[in-house]
């Protein structure tokens, strides 16, 4: 079966320093992955997605990237965090192009102070 | 533009009542829908979706929903409520042919013993 990791769970980071969230997708092969952004009391913001290897499309522009190295690997970045990066942070990946469904990893809490 | 509306930001029921979550949606074209659940600090977890055809889906955890096309709406129920069932609902509607995904702002549902 397929599980997807994030890591860290939680992260308090200050202002103006990098980040580097991780995802790993485990029990599939090419993977689509996305990167989305929830801020409290509002929906998910998709940031980020990517069909393959170093293929990556933005959604909407702001501090951060996306990076992926590897298959069932995706990285978003940021060279300095603005406090309204704050928020928590979903990957997800999905199989099929056609018939699509998003499968939700844990999620990573960011707090910059 | 296309949207996915909840109309219901907070919702509080008693354990054993009935259950019903609202969903609408507005696109060109019938999108695929889903309904996904998110327990405080967690990721989001699938509980039904709708491509095509009987327009009654059943899902996961005694929930279902659905399809109303002349009413634009994929609304969530269930017959009896249980403590646990106290999360954050999210609904979302994607189409053939695009990665993106659009989500509603979410219902916070009680539970009340």
């Given amino acids: 079966s397929q599980t997807i990791h994030q890591w860290p769970a939680t992260l308090v980071q200050p202002v103006g320093s990098p980040l580097s969230l991780e995802c790993t997708v485990e029990g599939t092969s090419n993977p689509n992955l996305y990167w989305y952004r929830q801020a409290a009391g509002r929906g998910l913001q998709l940031l980020f997605y990517s069909v393959g290897i170093g293929q990556i499309s933005s959604e909407v522009p702001q501090n951060l990237s996306a990076s992926r190295p590897q298959d069932r690997q995706f990285i978003l970045s940021s060279k300095k965090l603005l406090l309204s990066d704050s928020g928590f942070y979903l990957c997800a990946w999905s199989v099929e192009f056609s018939k699509e469904t998003q499968y939700f990893g844990p999620g990573t809490r960011l707090l910059v102070l | ?113």
């Fill in chain 2, 1 to 113: 533009a296309q949207s996915v509306t909840q109309p219901d930001i907070h919702i509080t029921v008693s354990e054993g009542a009935s259950l019903e979550l609202r969903c609408n949606y507005s696109y060109g074209a019938t999108p695929y829908l889903f309904w996904y659940v998110q327990s405080p600090g967690q990721g989001l977890q699938l509980l039904l979706k709708y491509f095509s055809g009987d327009t009654l889906v059943q899902g996961i955890k005694g929930f279902e929903a659905e399809f109303k096309r002349s009413q634009s709406s994929f609304n969530l129920r269930k017959p009896s409520v249980h403590w646990s069932d106290a999360a954050e609902y999210f609904c979302a509607a994607g189409t053939s042919g695009t990665y993106k995904y659009i989500f509603g702002t979410g219902t916070r549902l009680k539970v009340l013993a």
